[in-house]
């Protein structure tokens, strides 16, 4: 699996979740790439 992993990252993705899926990594790696994400409610306005 850690090659994979590895072959993913290599090939651009920022990040891997795995399955099976545990909702606290699913969530903290959402959240990690939403921090990067630019703000659609302030460009809106």
Known sequence: M???VA????????S???????AEKLFAAIEA??????DTAAQAA
């Open 16 to 22: 891997v979740v795995a399955k099976p899926i545990e």
């Open 7 to 14: 072959e993913y990252l290599a090939a651009g993705m920022s």
């Open 33 to 38: 790439a939403l921090d990067g994400a630019p």
């Open 2 to 4: 850690s090659e994979q």
